[in-house]
C-alpha cells in the first residue's frame, strides 16, 4: 500500500438488503397485476357469426376489430359488424359479420359494380348513391332477394306531358235547289274547320318513346258545315214537247190497277186522297215525292202522286192502269221520274 493512501470498506447492513428484495417483489406483483387488469393474461371467449359460418374463439384482444384481425376474419371495407368495431370485448360475447356481396348494376348507359349487404333491392337502393325516380323500372324489383353476383338493371322512365292541336274537318251539307238548274251550284254558306285540343302523355324509356296515352280531348272549336245549294231544274223534251222540271228522281216503277187482283178485297177504285184510281194516278213514298205533286213518268206520261202503298218506300213508285193486263203488261221498270210542280205552287 503506498504511502498516504487510505482505502476503506463499510460494510452493507443486513435490514438495508432484506428492504431491497422486497422493493423488488412489490415492483413484479404490481406489473402483474397491471397486465391482469388489461387484459393480456384474461382469455375471453367470443362467438364470430358471419354468414352460415359460427366460429367461437378465446381471446385476449381488446376491440372487437382485434378479435376478427386474430381469427383471421378482417372487416373488408364494405362490412357490417354488430357490435361496431371499437366496441369493448367481453367474454361470452356475440359478434354478428355480414358480408358486403358485389352487385352488377346496369343504368344510364354504363355497367359499374357496388359492393352491399343490403338483404333486398329496395334497402339497396335506400343505402347506395344510386339514384332512382318513382317511375324508373327495376328488374329485378325491390323486393329481390340480394345475392352475389346479382345483375340489376335500371330502366329510366320519363313522362311528360304533350298538348296536340289539329283541325276538325267541316262537313258539306248539300241542299237541293228546285229553283236552279240543274248541275249548277252555289256555296250558301262558307265551311270553317273545328279545333280540337289533345292532352298527352308521353312515356320515355331509357331517352326512347315507348308509348303515348290521350289523358283527354276538348274541343276548343266546332266546325261550321259548308252548305252548297245544289239545282235540280232542268228541261226534257218528250214527243215534241219541252217539259221544264223542277226535280229528276230514278226510281224502280210498278204497276196496279184499281180491282180487287191488286187491291186486295176492299178495294173501292178510290185512292188514299179520294181521287178516282186511274191511269195518270201514281203512288208515292210521300217522303220522296210529296203528294199531290205533278209528275213525269218515262215510258208512262204526265201524272199525279195520289196515292200510297204499303211496299212503296223510298224511290219506288206504283203506277196505275185500268186493267190488269196492262199492268202486267209494264211489269217492273227502272225509270225517270221528273217532278214538274209542287202541292202548293
Given at each position: 500500500m503506498t504511502?498516504?493512501?487510505?482505502?476503506?470498506?463499510?460494510?452493507?447492513?443486513?435490514?438495508?438488503?432484506?428492504?431491497?428484495?422486497?422493493?423488488?417483489?412489490?415492483?413484479?406483483?404490481?406489473?402483474?397485476?397491471?397486465?391482469?387488469?388489461?387484459?393480456?393474461?384474461?382469455?375471453?371467449?367470443?362467438?364470430?357469426?358471419?354468414?352460415?359460418?359460427?366460429?367461437?374463439?378465446?381471446?385476449?384482444?381488446?376491440?372487437?376489430?382485434?378479435?376478427?384481425?386474430?381469427?383471421?376474419?378482417?372487416?373488408?371495407?364494405?362490412?357490417?359488424?354488430?357490435?361496431?368495431p371499437e366496441a369493448p370485448v367481453e367474454d361470452g360475447l356475440i359478434v354478428a359479420v355480414r358480408r358486403?356481396?358485389?352487385?352488377?348494376?346496369?343504368?344510364?348507359?354504363?355497367?359499374?359494380?357496388?359492393?352491399?349487404?343490403?338483404?333486398?333491392?329496395?334497402?339497396?337502393?335506400?343505402?347506395?348513391?344510386?339514384?332512382v325516380g318513382p317511375?324508373?323500372?327495376?328488374?329485378?324489383?325491390?323486393?329481390?332477394?340480394?345475392?352475389?353476383?346479382?345483375?340489376?338493371?335500371?330502366t329510366r322512365v320519363v313522362k311528360s306531358y304533350q298538348h296536340r292541336e289539329e283541325e276538325i274537318p267541316f262537313r258539306t251539307i248539300r241542299r237541293e235547289d228546285m229553283t236552279m238548274d240543274l248541275g249548277r251550284t252555289v256555296v250558301a254558306q262558307r265551311g270553317r274547320p273545328g279545333l280540337r285540343r289533345t292532352l298527352l302523355r308521353v312515356t320515355y324509356e331509357d331517352g326512347r318513346r315507348t308509348e303515348v296515352e290521350v289523358v283527354r280531348t276538348t274541343v276548343v272549336r266546332e266546325p261550321v258545315p259548308e252548305v252548297v245549294r245544289v239545282g235540280t231544274a232542268g228541261t226534257i223534251v218528250r214527243d215534241g214537247q219541252t217539259i221544264r222540271f223542277l226535280k229528276a228522281l230514278k226510281v224502280t216503277a210498278t204497276a196496279y190497277e184499281p180491282g180487287p187482283i191488286s187491291c186486295g178485297a176492299w178495294a173501292d177504285g178510290y185512292t188514299c186522297l179520294g181521287l178516282r184510281a186511274t191511269k195518270g194516278i201514281i203512288a208515292v213514298d210521300p217522303a220522296v215525292i210529296p203528294l199531290w205533286s205533278r209528275v213525269y213518268v218515262d215510258g208512262y206520261g204526265f201524272a199525279v202522286a195520289g196515292d200510297?202503298?204499303?211496299?212503296i218506300k223510298g224511290h219506288r213508285i206504283d203506277v196505275c192502269y185500268d186493267t190488269y193486263a196492262e199492268a202486267m203488261s209494264w211489269g217492273v221498270r227502272r225509270v225517270m221520274v221528273y217532278i214538274l210542280e209542287l202541292p202548293g205552287s
Open positions: 504511502r498516504g493512501t487510505v482505502r476503506s470498506f463499510a460494510r452493507v447492513p443486513a435490514a438495508f438488503d432484506r428492504s431491497r428484495r422486497l422493493l423488488i417483489v412489490l415492483l413484479v406483483t404490481a406489473v402483474v397485476a397491471a397486465f391482469a387488469t388489461s387484459g393480456m393474461f384474461s382469455q375471453k371467449t367470443v362467438t364470430v357469426i358471419t354468414g352460415d359460418l359460427e366460429v367461437r374463439v378465446k381471446t385476449s384482444a381488446r376491440t372487437v376489430r382485434e378479435v376478427l384481425e386474430t381469427a383471421g376474419l378482417p372487416l373488408g371495407p364494405r362490412d357490417e359488424v354488430s357490435p361496431p358486403a356481396v358485389p352487385v352488377l348494376v346496369e343504368a344510364d348507359g354504363r355497367e359499374f359494380v357496388l359492393m352491399t349487404t343490403a338483404r333486398t333491392v329496395g334497402e339497396l337502393i335506400a343505402t347506395s348513391r344510386l339514384r317511375d324508373d323500372r327495376l328488374e329485378p324489383g325491390r323486393d329481390a332477394e340480394v345475392k352475389a353476383g346479382l345483375r340489376l338493371v335500371v200510297v202503298g204499303s211496299a
